[in-house]
């Protein structure tokens, strides 16, 4: 079974502090990516990742930065954290192309920014 | 500009009876379309998918059908089960594999007893 493992459920911080988020998978994909999922606004991409040292930015990635060193694992940073990103955020990996694969998804981190 | 639609918020269904949760898109260069059900405080879960060379999919209880004219699929559970209770997502990509999924913003599933 694919493992995507993301570090922390639950997370409070501080506005201004710099948050990472990480993520780290165990199926050797490609792929990874970060969504966050507001109530009424489904699952919207940040950032994504086709390669190690590779990033795209997604529809929403103001505010947001990522690392990925490792093809592993995808870190998301939060720069100067505020209020409007306490959301859920979800971490997904997959396979490169050429055959139709599915995302498979971590079980989030529900960040809270006081 | 809402690439890929769930129009019904919330549905309710008795257990045991189909439960049918419809999708609707705008791009037709999408070839790649899954369904991902999520419980509270967990991760979406891959459920099924479809390419758009085909127009149905099974997979025991659940079954994908893809109406490419209509720009319109549909995930259909039958029978429903409590355990089925969930937010359903519809997705679509542009090419499988390394292409960002288009998510659409759910339907809630309630199965009743």
Redesign the interface.
């Known amino acids: 079974d694919v493992k995507?493992t993301q570090s922390s459920?639950y997370l409070v911080k501080r506005t201004g502090e710099k948050v990472f988020l990480e993520c780290v998978q165990d199926m050797d994909h490609?792929?990874m990516?970060w969504?966050r999922q507001d109530p009424?606004?489904?699952?919207?991409?940040i950032y994504?990742s086709?390669d190690v040292k590779m990033k795209e930015k997604?529809d929403i990635p103001e505010g947001y930065s990522v690392s990925r060193e490792k093809k592993e694992r995808f870190s998301l940073i939060l720069e100067s954290a505020s209020t409007n990103q306490t959301s859920m955020y979800?971490c997904?990996s997959?396979?490169?192309?050429?055959?139709?694969?599915?995302?498979?998804?971590?079980?989030?981190t529900?960040l809270s920014i006081l | 500009d809402q690439q890929v639609k769930q129009n019904s918020p919330s549905l309710s269904v008795q257990e045991g009876r189909i439960s049918i949760l419809n999708c609707d898109y705008t791009n037709s260069m999408f070839d790649?379309f899954?369904w991902?059900k999520k419980y509270p405080?967990?991760?979406?879960?891959?459920l099924i998918?479809i390419?758009s060379i085909k127009d149905k999919n099974e997979d025991g209880r659940f079954t994908v059908f893809l109406n490419k004219s209509a720009k319109h699929l549909s995930l259909h559970i039958v029978p429903s089960q409590p355990g089925d209770s969930a937010v359903y997502?519809c997705a679509a990509s542009l090419?499988?594999?390394?292409t960002?999924?288009v998510?659409?913003?759910?339907t809630r599933l309630s199965v009743i007893a």
């Open positions: 995507v459920r490609e792929n990516f969504y009424g606004l489904g699952l919207r991409l994504f086709y997604g979800l997904a997959s396979f490169g192309t050429g055959v139709d694969q599915p995302q498979h998804f971590g079980d989030g529900r | 790649y899954l991902y405080a967990e991760g979406p879960t891959f998918s390419s997502f090419h499988s594999g390394n960002p999924l998510f659409g913003k759910g």
